[in-house]
């Protein structure tokens, strides 16, 4: 089992900033690729951006390009998500989630989740 945490989350301006860290724990041994989604009131919850474990690659949904940062340190088995220029419309609750192997976008692909961290742009 791996046990994921997610934290940085919070209230901020149109055109401000936050980073948000996911912590894993537990069978961290092993190649997990982590992604981060997120989930707004009343829509389907969304990929955002993925990670493998190398870091060599990474992906982005077409509406947080440019604007966000997905990293990872694994010797401290934390991933980062930099979110900069943030837009009311980036409102929702971000979950981290992990998966052993490659990168997918597909969120029932992945195996294990945290509990969401509410992030919310005012405008």
């Known amino acids: 089992q791996v046990q994921l945490v997610e934290s940085g989350g919070g209230l901020v301006q149109a055109g401000g900033s936050l980073r948000l860290s996911c912590e894993f724990s537990g069978r961290t041994s092993g190649a997990y690729t982590v992604g981060w989604f997120r989930q707004a009131p009343g829509k389907d919850r969304e990929f955002v951006t993925a990670i493998s474990w190398w870091s060599v690659g990474t992906s982005y949904a077409e509406s947080v390009k440019g604007r966000f940062t997905i990293s990872r340190d694994n010797a401290k088995n934390t991933v980062y998500l930099q979110m900069n220029s943030l837009k009311p419309e980036d409102t929702a609750v971000y979950y981290c989630?992990?998966?052993?192997?490659?990168?997918?976008?597909?969120?029932?692909?992945?195996?294990?989740w945290g509990q969401g961290t509410q992030v919310t742009v005012s405008s």
């Open positions: 989630a992990a998966r052993r192997g490659g990168m997918t976008t597909i969120g029932t692909e992945y195996d294990y």
